[in-house]
C-alpha cells in the first residue's frame, strides 16, 4: 500500500484550487499529494461564474467577461452598471487544462481516475480504499458531498440551486454581448423561486439556464419546455444546441465544519464552501483555498481552521424564508436590485462588506420578511 502525505478525495473545484495554489506556494514540494476522483476532468461539464474588480489567478480560464448585467422581474428590468466589478465566465474545461498543465509537471503529485469508496481514520493514519485499490496518508482533503447527513437533519434548511442550462447558437442575432442577464424573473413562479440566466458570448451565442432555488429538482422535460420558451420569447425561430450543462447545488447554513478532525477536512461543497444563500461556489472557493494553503503552512490540527462570520447567519434568515414560503426569492432579490447599488450588493455577496453597509443593503430587502425569520431562528435553535 502507497502511503501519501495528503490524499485529496475528489478533484472539484475546491481540491484544485487548493493543490494548485499549493505548488505556487512552493511549500509543498517535500509532501507526496495523491489526487483521486472518478472523473477524468477532460470535458466541459460546467460552468462557474465570478465577479471582480481586478484580474485575478484565473485570467487563462476565463471565457468571457461583462461590465453590465440586466436584471428582470414581471414588473421591472432594469441595467446594471458593474464597473467597478466585471462578472467573469469560467468554463470548466478551460480551468481543469489551467491546473493540470502545471500539477502535471510536479513531480510529487500524482492523479488516479478510480472511485473512493471508503476512508477510514484511525489516531495516526488514514485509509483510502476505492474501487481498485488502498492508500494510505497522514492528511485528508475530502470534497465528497455527504448528502444523506446533511438532508437527514431539521436544524438548518437544505434548499438546491438546481438548473439545467443550454448553450445555443441561434440564426437571430437577440444576444447582448456586452450584458450578462444576471436573473430574470419573469418566468412564471409556480410557488418557487425561479429565474433564467443569460451569458451572450455574441449576437447569436449563449448560454441559457433555468434556474430554481427550492427543495426538490424538476423532471428533466420541464427545465427545457421553459428554455425552449425562453428562447420563443427572444424572438428566436431557429437554433443549434451547441452544448448542455446541468447541476443541483445544496444552499445550506449547515455547519460543514463540525465534521472535520484533525487529519480530515471536508472542502468545497462539503465543508459548505458554497455561498449558502445564492449557490456561487467559485469565488468562496478561491478564498477558502487561499487561506487553507496559508494554514497548512503553520498548523495542522484541521478542528482550528473554520472561522464563522456575520454573512453566515445573514445566509441561514435567507434560508429559513426560502424554507418555509419559497415563492418569495423573486420579492427579496426584485427588493434588493430595483434600487440598490449594484456594486455595493456584490460587495455584500462577496462577504466583504462593512457592518454600516451591510444595513444599507439590509434595508432594501422586506424588514417584516427577516424580522419574523430572525425570531423564528432564535426560537428554533433554543430548542
Not at 461539464?45 to 436584471?71: G, H, P, V
Amino acid at each position: 500500500m502507497k502511503h501519501f502525505d495528503y490524499i485529496f478525495t475528489g478533484t472539484g473545484l475546491s481540491a484544485l484550487m487548493t493543490v494548485y495554489k499549493m505548488v505556487l506556494s512552493g511549500k509543498f514540494k517535500d509532501k507526496s499529494i495523491l489526487l483521486i476522483d472518478e472523473n477524468t476532468k477532460k470535458a466541459n461539464d460546467r460552468t462557474w461564474c465570478f465577479w471582480d474588480k481586478n484580474d485575478t489567478l484565473w485570467e487563462d480560464s476565463i471565457s468571457k467577461k461583462w461590465n453590465l448585467a440586466l436584471f428582470v422581474n414581471e414588473d421591472f428590468r432594469r441595467d446594471l452598471d458593474l464597473k467597478p466589478y466585471h462578472y467573469n465566465m469560467v468554463k470548466g474545461l478551460g480551468f481543469y487544462n489551467q491546473v493540470f498543465d502545471l500539477i502535471s509537471k510536479q513531480e510529487n503529485i500524482t492523479f488516479v481516475n478510480q472511485k473512493v469508496l471508503e476512508i477510514e481514520e484511525s489516531e495516526n493514519i488514514i485509509l483510502i480504499q476505492t474501487d481498485a485499490e488502498s492508500f494510505s496518508c497522514s492528511k485528508v482533503f475530502n470534497s465528497i458531498y455527504n448528502k444523506r447527513k446533511v438532508e437527514n437533519q431539521t436544524k438548518y434548511p437544505v434548499l438546491q440551486q438546481h438548473f439545467i442550462g443550454w448553450f445555443i447558437k441561434s440564426e437571430q442575432p437577440v444576444f447582448n454581448p456586452e450584458q450578462a442577464t444576471f436573473m430574470d424573473f419573469s418566468v412564471e413562479q409556480r410557488g418557487n423561486t425561479r429565474f433564467m440566466y443569460v451569458l451572450p458570448a455574441s449576437r447569436t451565442e449563449a448560454l441559457l439556464e433555468y434556474t430554481l432555488f427550492s427543495h426538490n429538482n424538476l423532471e428533466k422535460a420541464e427545465y427545457e419546455t421553459e428554455i425552449k420558451k425562453y428562447i420563443q420569447n427572444l424572438g428566436i425561430t431557429n437554433y443549434e444546441i451547441i452544448e448542455k450543462e446541468q447541476g443541483s447545488i445544496p444552499m445550506t447554513c449547515y455547519p460543514f465544519w463540525k465534521l472535520n478532525t484533525k487529519n480530515v477536512i471536508n472542502i468545497g461543497t462539503s465543508g459548505g464552501w458554497t455561498k449558502a444563500s445564492t449557490g456561487y461556489t467559485f469565488k468562496n472557493s478561491d478564498k477558502k483555498s487561499t487561506e487553507l494553503v496559508s494554514f497548512l503552512q503553520t498548523e495542522t490540527d484541521f478542528t482550528k481552521f473554520h472561522k464563522k462570520s456575520k454573512f453566515w447567519f445573514y445566509d441561514l434568515l435567507l434560508l429559513d424564508i426560502l424554507d418555509r414560503k419559497n415563492e418569495l426569492g423573486s420579492t427579496i432579490f426584485s427588493s434588493m436590485f430595483k434600487k440598490g447599488n449594484p456594486t455595493l450588493i456584490f460587495k455584500f455577496l462577496d462577504e466583504e462588506t462593512s457592518l454600516l453597509e451591510d444595513i444599507q443593503v439590509i434595508l432594501k430587502c422586506p424588514k417584516m420578511l427577516f424580522i419574523k425569520a430572525l425570531c423564528h431562528v432564535i426560537i428554533k435553535t433554543m430548542k
